[in-house]
């Protein structure tokens, strides 16, 4: 028996705001709260709309996009809407046709493979589910894909998440409204618009206790973050002591250092953080990364950037093999995670550890970086927190620094 789509009020009123003319539309808040289905019925009317047109709809790892994105909510509402005739689903392109010409595709940018398949089209919606895990340099590497062409259809980038710390991109694009590099105001913001949608607003569609037995049961910030859809520090952060008063402005910064280092992290997303210590105080003097570019690349990026101005040396990965050769001043970091990580937290603590501003890449990460329930540190958005350590840590290991 067909089902037909009810939006619940905050559903309707999402809705409308696809409608709105905005460009960029950010569903944020509490778990379970109907999210992911009304962006997901979002894509499924525009590809029956607008026939031939193309959408994405991606997260981090595309196993994921594939049980809770295409499993649990978009064949349920394709069956639903078009009936299992309408379209066909091919499970090794991961991408699903309509009857109209119309395809959907569903994958993960965490993962080189998947993201250079899915970034080989063009699209008229992408949709990035749970952006609390995906990087900043990740998603503006899509937006290029943007770029399909289908008469009447206006191209739209969809976003949902979890909230993360008010420290994310995220929030600092849609809620406060600023441009992520510089802090600037955005050149457009109307052009950005979010709205909160919590469990409490999809209550009817709910199992009876899932607030009261589930979200009310848990620990204090979860709670905040996973019932009341607020922006907060994650449970179990492990630069919990880190506050914004560690956050300086350039002309805070000190006119010298003593020493400079930085810490090079590979893969998909390749970042770089440089530090610079005066005495005993560590300063974060700058940070970049990127996605899905060659280490050559990223070194020239780096070298155009004047990056290499001092002569340092940059720590990097020790599984980065030959990769390191390629990096300016690079040699071989330490990797002793635990160690790395209480020394910063040491400084920290000490007051005897800043950061500038302009370190986006690291600010977006500091407050999410975050050990599990088994206390294993959760690998997801990391990148800057690997290279920071690197360059934090390598120097005191090798005695350079004493401490
Ligand atoms: N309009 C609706 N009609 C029927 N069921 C709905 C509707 N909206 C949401 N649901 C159901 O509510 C539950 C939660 O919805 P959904 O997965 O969209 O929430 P979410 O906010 O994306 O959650 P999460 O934060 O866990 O990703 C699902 O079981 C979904 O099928
Ligand atoms: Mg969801």
Redesign the pocket.
């Known amino acids: 028996m067909a089902v037909v ?4 009020h905050v ?1 309707r009123k999402a809705l409308a705001l696809v409608k709105g003319g905005a460009k960029h539309i950010l569903l944020f ?10 962006l997901v019925m979002v894509i499924i009317f525009r590809a029956l709309m607008y026939a031939g047109s193309r959408h994405l709809i991606c997260r981090y790892r595309a196993k994921d996009a594939r049980s ?1 994105v295409l499993r ?2 978009l064949l349920p509402w394709l069956n639903n809407t078009i009936g299992s005739n309408g379209y066909n689903y091919l499970a090794h392109e991961s991408m699903i046709t309509l009857y109209n010409g119309s395809e959907i595709w569903i994958g993960g940018l965490g993962d080189r493979e998947q993201a250079d398949k899915i970034l080989g089209h063009e699209y008229n919606t992408i949709y990035f589910n ?1 952006i609390s895990q995906l990087s900043y340099a990740a998603v503006t590497t899509a937006y290029s894909r943007l770029a399909m062409k289908v008469p009447g259809c206006r191209n739209l980038f969809l976003y ?1 998440c ?1 909230p993360g710390s008010p420290l994310h991109w995220a929030y600092r694009i849609f809620i406060r409204k600023q441009q992520f590099l510089n802090g600037d105001p955005l050149v457009k913001p109307e052009l950005y618009v979010s709205m909160i ?1 919590n469990p409490e607003d ?1 209550k009817i ?2 199992p009876d206790d899932y607030i009261s037995d589930v979200l009310d049961a848990l620990p204090e910030k979860q709670k905040a973050r996973f019932k009341d859809g607020a922006w907060v520090k994650s449970e179990g952060v492990i630069y919990e002591k880190f506050d914004e008063s560690m956050i300086l402005k350039a002309a805070d910064m000190p006119a010298g250092y003593d020493r400079i280092a930085a810490g090079q992290d590979f893969g998909l997303n390749i970042t770089n953080v440089k530090i610079g210590w005066v005495g005993d105080v560590i300063y974060v003097l700058a940070d970049y990364g990127a996605f899905n570019m060659t280490t050559l690349s990223f070194n020239e990026e780096l070298t155009a950037r004047g990056w290499f101005i001092q002569s340092f040396p940059t720590y990097c990965d020790p599984a980065g093999g030959e990769r390191i050769q390629e990096i300016t001043g690079g040699v071989k970091a330490n990797n002793s995670v635990d160690s790395g990580i209480d020394f910063i937290n040491a400084k920290i603590e000490r007051g005897q550890f800043f950061v500038a501003d302009s370190c986006t890449g690291v600010l977006s990460e500091i407050w999410d970086y975050c050990r599990d329930e088994a206390g294993e540190i959760v690998k997801v958005n990391d990148h800057f927190m690997d290279a920071l350590r690197y360059a934090v840590f390598s120097d005191v290991q090798m005695g350079v620094i004493v401490s």
């Open positions: 789509f009810k939006p619940t559903q808040g509490g778990s379970r709260s109907g999210k992911t289905t009304v809770s649990e909510t749970e949902d979890n949608l999809n569609n709910l």
